[in-house]
């Protein structure tokens, strides 16, 4: 029956033409031929892709190659009822035939042609025909492009008697219309938007960018042209060239939008260091809103200053809707108003979500939180939350514990630098954060061990840029405590996971994202993170885990520097489709009172968002492999103190939601000291001949809000294999069930892995 139901749907595909009349025929698109050879190659394939785009009407759209919502237009309108299911298919997903009558040869033409001018070709020749082919016809446009002109020289031609000319002149070390440049209309519009921008923030309150045009000059010879700026004198208004000043500053700290009448009445005000602050119940400090302006009252008005101070009122996770307005006041005075909406200051979240992993392991957590968004009435954020979860495998060959987790936090942040005897000033678009947090977790791995951890931290959140982000957590104190069961009915292994203790120190992060507000097809990503332990106390003790191991109130103390980079590039290709890439280093030097770094700060490798063609936590360190030397699958993990990964991936879309993705993974972990139940793990001049690798293909499903993954992937290289014989490409045998079972690896999760 379902082989019926797809046939019928499928069989109008290969006849989206019989509905047709005989004086009909179906429009299948267009081509663009370039004849001369005046633009580079790589323009003139750009030029081919942004051509066809300009032809009008579109063709009926394809899916995996076939006009599937024409099939099933014809398909509902081979039906006599107006109604029913079929009738319902065809409305909402048909769609009718794009006929070849609809498209006019000349008036493309023309936008063709246009569209070549705007980019510089003013001497473009376009010639188009309509081809038919029995029940089918495409357009075919052949284009001479002659030269493209470019930019000689950029003058800004402003009246000096102008008041606003010596402004607009200033700006003109920041012009767009760079000499040597091609023409583009899109880039002399973002000029002028550019001019006003400027002017904005110098207190032009009142200027648009209607009020400037720029004259090309094609009359500079040698296919050049000149631009000039000029100001449309006669027809702007005297406003137009004040310089405004800000006046009076209202908050409204309770505007509701969801009441006709809230409260505006002014005499309720409280003044307050140059604001009028309307808050009639009083649920916010005045220092507040005084912290979240950038500017007072006389100043010139400047329009980033103004979106920044915006930006800084959402920024604050307290006021739902943002918005202000400004009154004119006289010839040069503005009055500024902010209406300010508050979410609900107490709300309650409850969680629930799932995971897996390569190695069959799946689980689920849940978590309730609380949180007070103004506890303290200055926007301060308190929570509680609480979390539990469990993680079971099923199948596979290396059967691990189950683990059942518990735990909660309880902290508190400040939408302002905390620093004894200083105040430290903050102008960024983004307020920034002074955390209090301690929390408790507890992980217990069924019939081996418990895991109890205790956390205080105290530091710094805060943005740079929306780009730069950074975090200084200058007080962090991790106790861990582990209780291992006496009678073992397993054989797991488990000693490498063994850690109690204390560890103290310092950690920083800088995070660099280019991708926000970023319309580049080519973005960066980094994320650097600087963790210290016991660097102080260790110094004054003159630990050594050999010799001299050293304690704070009866506990030891882990020492060790830890430095991680992530560094992403992303190219984005027309279409939407993106090659993504992504190398991971990690290194962490244990020293002192340490010989390895405490096990919640070692590396791992393999898994879903790692390397994918080897099990979870289970690659490595170095040339480890307990399977292949021991003959057996005791491990629960191995980790390692060093890690280098090396990830590329191809995320091809298909139609919509559904995407491939094509990737190759490279990578392993190594210890810093020789541990006798890890032979060759040890980190050596060497390691780039212990890389692992594998290679796969992809599934997604991007459902915007949610985007699933299924990855299937094979190991290509076994590091613990002898030299020589570690590339396999030669064993790979997809009709051999043991192989599949031992070598094709399955991958389900949500989210891209990076």
């Given at each position: 029956?379902?082989?019926?139901?797809?046939?019928?749907?499928?069989?109008?595909?290969?006849?989206?033409?019989?509905?047709?009349?005989?004086?009909?025929?179906?429009?299948?698109?267009?081509?663009?031929?370039?004849?001369?050879?005046?633009?580079?190659?790589?323009?003139?394939?750009?030029?081919?892709?942004?051509?066809?785009?300009?032809?009008?009407?579109?063709?009926?759209?394809?899916?995996?190659?076939?006009?599937?919502?024409?099939?099933?237009?014809?398909?509902?309108?081979?039906?006599?009822?107006?109604?029913?299911?079929?009738?319902?298919?065809?409305?909402?997903?048909?769609?009718?035939?794009?006929?070849?009558?609809?498209?006019?040869?000349?008036?493309?033409?023309?936008?063709?042609?246009?569209?070549?001018?705007?980019?510089?070709?003013?001497?473009?020749?376009?010639?188009?025909?309509?081809?038919?082919?029995?029940?089918?016809?495409?357009?075919?446009?052949?284009?001479?492009?002659?030269?493209?002109?470019?930019?000689?020289?950029?003058?800004?031609?402003?009246?000096?008697?102008?008041?606003?000319?010596?402004?607009?002149?200033?700006?003109?070390?920041?012009?767009?219309?760079?000499?040597?440049?091609?023409?583009?209309?899109?880039?002399?519009?973002?000029?002028?938007?550019?001019?006003?921008?400027?002017?904005?923030?110098?207190?032009?309150?009142?200027?648009?960018?209607?009020?400037?045009?720029?004259?090309?000059?094609?009359?500079?010879?040698?296919?050049?042209?000149?631009?000039?700026?000029?100001?449309?004198?006669?027809?702007?208004?005297?406003?137009?060239?004040?310089?405004?000043?800000?006046?009076?500053?209202?908050?409204?700290?309770?505007?509701?939008?969801?009441?006709?009448?809230?409260?505006?009445?002014?005499?309720?005000?409280?003044?307050?260091?140059?604001?009028?602050?309307?808050?009639?119940?009083?649920?916010?400090?005045?220092?507040?809103?005084?912290?979240?302006?950038?500017?007072?009252?006389?100043?010139?008005?400047?329009?980033?200053?103004?979106?920044?101070?915006?930006?800084?009122?959402?920024?604050?996770?307290?006021?739902?809707?943002?918005?202000?307005?400004?009154?004119?006041?006289?010839?040069?005075?503005?009055?500024?108003?902010?209406?300010?909406?508050?979410?609900?200051?107490?709300?309650?979240?409850?969680?629930?979500?799932?995971?897996?992993?390569?190695?069959?392991?799946?689980?689920?957590?849940?978590?309730?939180?609380?949180?007070?968004?103004?506890?303290?009435?200055?926007?301060?954020?308190?929570?509680?939350?609480?979390?539990?979860?469990?993680?079971?495998?099923?199948?596979?060959?290396?059967?691990?514990?189950?683990?059942?987790?518990?735990?909660?936090?309880?902290?508190?942040?400040?939408?302002?630098?905390?620093?004894?005897?200083?105040?430290?000033?903050?102008?960024?678009?983004?307020?920034?954060?002074?955390?209090?947090?301690?929390?408790?977790?507890?992980?217990?791995?069924?019939?081996?061990?418990?895991?109890?951890?205790?956390?205080?931290?105290?530091?710094?959140?805060?943005?740079?840029?929306?780009?730069?982000?950074?975090?200084?957590?200058?007080?962090?104190?991790?106790?861990?405590?582990?209780?291992?069961?006496?009678?073992?009915?397993?054989?797991?292994?488990?000693?490498?996971?063994?850690?109690?203790?204390?560890?103290?120190?310092?950690?920083?992060?800088?995070?660099?994202?280019?991708?926000?507000?970023?319309?580049?097809?080519?973005?960066?990503?980094?994320?650097?993170?600087?963790?210290?332990?016991?660097?102080?106390?260790?110094?004054?003790?003159?630990?050594?885990?050999?010799?001299?191991?050293?304690?704070?109130?009866?506990?030891?103390?882990?020492?060790?520097?830890?430095?991680?980079?992530?560094?992403?590039?992303?190219?984005?290709?027309?279409?939407?489709?993106?090659?993504?890439?992504?190398?991971?280093?990690?290194?962490?030097?244990?020293?002192?009172?340490?010989?390895?770094?405490?096990?919640?700060?070692?590396?791992?490798?393999?898994?879903?968002?790692?390397?994918?063609?080897?099990?979870?936590?289970?690659?490595?360190?170095?040339?480890?492999?307990?399977?292949?030397?021991?003959?057996?699958?005791?491990?629960i993990q191995t980790l390692g103190d060093l890690k280098l990964e090396l990830n590329t991936e191809m995320?091809?879309?298909?139609?919509?939601?559904?995407?491939?993705?094509?990737?190759?993974?490279?990578?392993?972990?190594?210890?810093?000291?020789?541990?006798?139940?890890?032979?060759?793990?040890?980190?050596?001049?060497?390691?780039?001949?212990?890389?692992?690798?594998?290679?796969?293909?992809?599934?997604?499903?991007?459902?915007?809000?949610?985007?699933?993954?299924?990855?299937?992937?094979?190991?290509?290289?076994?590091?613990?294999?002898?030299?020589?014989?570690?590339?396999?490409?030669?064993?790979?045998?997809?009709?051999?069930?043991?192989?599949?079972?031992?070598?094709?690896?399955?991958?389900?999760?949500?989210?891209?892995?990076?």
């Amino acid at each position: 029956m379902l082989l019926l139901a797809v046939s019928t749907l499928l069989l109008p595909a290969c006849s989206n033409t019989r509905y047709l009349s005989e004086q009909q025929q179906l429009y299948t698109g267009s081509s663009v031929k370039i004849t001369d050879k005046n633009a580079p190659k790589k323009e003139r394939k750009n030029l081919k892709s942004e051509l066809n785009a300009v032809v009008r009407p579109l063709p009926n759209r394809k899916t995996l190659g076939m006009r599937l919502r024409l099939s099933f237009y014809n398909w509902a309108g081979a039906s006599k009822k107006n109604k029913g299911l079929r009738h319902w298919l065809g409305a909402k997903f048909g769609e009718p035939p794009v006929l070849a009558s609809s498209v006019n040869i000349a008036t493309n033409e023309k936008l063709l042609q246009n569209q070549l001018q705007n980019r510089g070709y003013f001497f473009a020749r376009v010639t188009g025909t309509m081809k038919v082919h029995k029940r089918k016809a495409s357009a075919a446009f052949e284009v001479s492009t002659g030269p493209q002109y470019h930019i000689r020289e950029t003058v800004f031609a402003i009246d000096s008697d102008l008041y606003v000319a010596n402004d607009i002149k200033q700006t003109a070390n920041k012009t767009l219309l760079k000499p040597n440049a091609p023409f583009n209309l899109e880039i002399v519009k973002a000029e002028r938007l550019r001019i006003e921008r400027d002017l904005k923030d110098r207190g032009y309150y009142l200027f648009k960018p209607d009020y400037l045009y720029v004259e090309a000059d094609t009359t500079a010879g040698n296919f050049q042209v000149d631009m000039r700026i000029r100001v449309k004198r006669d027809s702007i208004p005297d406003d137009a060239y004040r310089i405004h000043k800000l006046n009076q500053v209202f908050i409204y700290a309770n505007y509701q939008l969801n009441r006709t009448v809230s409260d505006t009445n002014l005499n309720n005000a409280v003044y307050y260091k140059g604001l009028h602050i309307l808050d009639k119940r009083k649920r916010y400090r005045p220092f507040l809103f005084r912290d979240m302006m950038l500017f007072d009252s006389g100043q010139v008005y400047n329009r980033t200053i103004q979106n920044r101070t915006i930006s800084r009122f959402v920024n604050l996770n307290t006021f739902k809707f943002v918005k202000n307005r400004f009154e004119l006041k006289g010839d040069t005075l503005l009055d500024v108003y902010y209406y300010l909406s508050p979410f609900p200051r107490k709300s309650l979240r409850f969680e629930v979500g799932a995971n897996t992993q390569n190695d069959s392991r799946a689980g689920s957590s849940v978590s309730i939180s609380w949180r007070n968004r103004n506890a303290f009435r200055a926007a301060e954020e308190f929570y509680v939350k609480l979390n539990g979860g469990f993680e079971s495998q099923y199948t596979g060959i290396a059967q691990q514990p189950s683990i059942y987790t518990v735990g909660g936090e309880l902290g508190i942040s400040f939408p302002y630098f905390v620093v004894p005897f200083f105040k430290i000033p903050s102008n960024s678009s983004t307020v920034p954060r002074t955390v209090l947090k301690t929390s408790y977790g507890y992980e217990s791995q069924k019939g081996l061990l418990r895991i109890n951890s205790y956390k205080v931290s105290f530091g710094y959140d805060w943005k740079e840029t929306l780009q730069k982000e950074h975090q200084f957590y200058p007080f962090n104190i991790n106790y861990v405590k582990t209780d291992t069961f006496s009678s073992v009915s397993t054989q797991a292994t488990y000693a490498n996971l063994l850690f109690n203790g204390l560890i103290i120190g310092p950690t920083y992060e800088f995070t660099y994202n280019s991708q926000i507000g970023s319309s580049s097809p080519d973005n960066y990503y980094f994320d650097g993170l600087a963790d210290f332990s016991g660097v102080l106390v260790g110094a004054i003790d003159r630990a050594d885990y050999k010799t001299n191991p050293s304690t704070i109130l009866g506990q030891t103390y882990a020492q060790y520097a830890k430095l991680q980079t992530d560094f992403r590039y992303y190219h984005r290709f027309n279409g939407g489709n993106i090659w993504a890439n992504r190398i991971l280093i990690g290194a962490g030097i244990p020293y002192g009172n340490s010989s390895q770094l405490p096990n919640i700060k070692q590396f791992f490798s393999g898994g879903n968002s790692s390397l994918r063609g080897f099990r979870s936590r289970l690659m490595g360190p170095g040339t480890f492999n307990e399977k292949y030397l021991k003959g057996t699958t005791n491990y629960i993990q191995t980790l390692g103190d060093l890690k280098l990964e090396l990830n590329t991936e191809m995320r091809v879309n298909v139609y919509r939601f559904f995407k491939l993705g094509f990737f190759a993974d490279a990578g392993n972990i190594w210890l810093y000291n020789d541990n006798p139940a890890f032979p060759g793990g040890k980190f050596s001049p060497s390691f780039m001949r212990e890389l692992a690798m594998d290679v796969g293909l992809g599934l997604r499903f991007d459902f915007k809000i949610l985007l699933l993954r299924f990855d299937a992937a094979i190991p290509v290289r076994k590091p613990w294999l002898p030299e020589g014989d570690r590339w396999v490409f030669r064993q790979i045998d997809f009709g051999s069930p043991e192989w599949r079972s031992d070598n094709l690896i399955f991958n389900l999760a949500i989210g891209y892995p990076f």
